[in-house]
């Protein structure tokens, strides 16, 4: 006798539902309310700062008075026509001429007033790119946005009075279109890099290939047209070159650092207002800024390494190289200006948007060399010009900090990329990523491993 076969029955499969949250949810709505709560709250405190910025703990108003002096100043020169030739402070790119323009633009304010209300616009433009890209879906987390939010006012009320934020803002925009627009990447990085040269090593990560070309030619385009088209309407537009080479040991670099302790032990060099920073001046001097080039070509090396050996790319490796990069070339630097800090917060911001990076622990160590460049500049600036052991300590732990993070944001993104890596996603620098790729939509992980403190709350 045969035996029948009964077919067998295939359950259909049962799809869990995500606890992914999408934009417009209960949960994410409170979400973006408590963030735009704190925004609110902490650039409020930041304007009351800057209105009471004559308190001896807050400067006396000589921070404020780079904005209504000398940008007032620059303003009238680029009025008529013409970059500040001859003027050993203007030590910034063409593309600065612009953004310094653009306060005259809006009416019935005073430059001074124009300015602060530029850069509150580039912060809301930062906040609102870092929180579409935290809301998206796949992989992303609005921890990016929580740390622009409450990393920014850690620095009292500068950002408000230096044009850092608007750069930073190009920078963080480039970031953010990369994965829908390699040739928009590209633009935005060479208008940012134009102001400041260094949005343009935010595309030191763009994978091999096809998407590094398309990149890199839409940056030098943009490049050439914007230069073209300012060399038209401005006079002397390269003027800047002259200057940015004479420029020093500025005393809170870690050249200066090294010198500051070499003070206390006796050396005679003295401290100098020179190019627009306090430096020092004396023996050794030339050899410390001969040092730091040096240290900056290494840099460049160890970065230009990484690309040729790197082997994988994930969606937060773009994010997490120009971190590096900047960070490599801020502590190599002769000058390491307290606004400088502006660029790593939105760098570390734009990495920590993703659950693919590896730069969560060096976004806590930028936080923590944010909060002590804070009391460094301008509460205790006194004692760092006057190289007391107060200042050199406050610089040891501020310069050690930047230090730490630029060697540990190094070594996990050379970890990260490598071959055979782990925490590296399986895919070739020629397959990953296109534009309009979006992160993997897999089953939901903790993306946040850090403290609390970075997280908006329900």
């Known amino acids: 006798m045969t035996r029948r076969i009964e077919p067998r029955r295939i359950q259909p499969r049962r799809i869990q539902p995500r606890t992914r949250s999408r934009p417009g949810r209960p949960e994410v709505r409170s979400r973006l309310l408590a963030l ?31 904005a209504y002096r000398l940008y007032a100043r620059w303003y009238g020169v680029l009025a008529g026509g013409a970059y500040p030739e001859g003027d050993p402070l203007w030590q910034y790119p063409p593309g600065a001429g612009p953004l310094l323009l653009a306060p005259g633009a809006l009416p019935g304010l005073t430059y001074f007033q124009a300015f602060v209300a530029l850069t509150l616009t580039a912060d809301i433009v930062v906040t609102v790119a870092l929180t579409r890209a935290g809301t998206r879906p796949g992989g992303r987390s609005l921890s990016g946005a929580a740390l622009w939010t409450a990393g920014l006012p850690v620095m009292l009320y500068l950002p408000l009075v230096r044009y850092d934020v608007l750069v930073t803002a190009f920078a963080v925009i480039a970031l953010l279109t990369f994965s829908r627009s390699t040739r928009a990447c590209g633009a935005f990085a060479a208008m940012g890099a134009l102001a400041k040269v260094w949005p343009a090593l935010t595309l030191i990560g763009t ?57 206390r032990a006796g050396w005679d060099g003295t401290v100098r207002y ?174 946040n491993p850090i403290p609390a403190i970075f997280h908006t709350k329900d």
């Open 36 to 66: 735009a709560a704190a925004w609110a709250a902490t650039r409020a405190l930041m304007l009351w700062l800057l209105a009471h910025n004559h308190l001896p703990l807050l400067g006396h108003g000589g921070v404020a008075g780079e």
């Open 207 to 263: 994978p091999r290939g096809r998407t590094t070309k398309e990149a890199w030619a839409a940056a030098a385009v943009t490049t050439a047209v914007l230069l073209g088209t300012l060399a038209v309407l401005f006079r002397t537009p390269f003027d800047f070159l002259r200057q940015q080479g004479r420029r020093g040991v500025q005393i809170e670099s870690l050249g200066g650092t090294a010198l500051a302790l070499a003070r």
């Open 274 to 447: 020179r190019y627009g920073a306090m430096e020092f001046v004396g023996p050794y001097v030339p050899e410390v800024a001969a040092l730091s080039l040096a240290l900056t070509v290494a840099a460049f090396g160890a970065l230009l390494l990484w690309r040729t050996r790197a082997r994988h790319w994930s969606p937060a490796t773009p994010y997490d190289a120009a971190l590096s990069a900047v960070l490599l070339f801020t502590v190599t630097s002769r000058v390491i200006s307290p606004q400088y800090m502006v660029w790593l917060l939105g760098l570390a911001a734009v990495c920590l948007t993703s659950r693919h990076t590896t730069q969560r622990a060096v976004a806590l160590l930028i936080v923590a060399a944010t909060a002590v460049s804070a009391v460094t500049y301008p509460v205790l600036y006194q004692e760092v010009v006057d190289s007391t052991w107060t200042g050199c300590l406050l610089m040891l732990v501020r310069n050690g900090l930047l230090m730490a993070a630029a060697v540990l944001s190094f070594v996990q993104l050379w970890r990260g990329t490598a071959a055979g890596s782990r925490r590296s996603r399986s895919l070739s620098p020629e397959d990953q990523p296109k534009p309009d790729d979006s992160e993997s939509s897999g089953p939901e992980r903790n993306p």
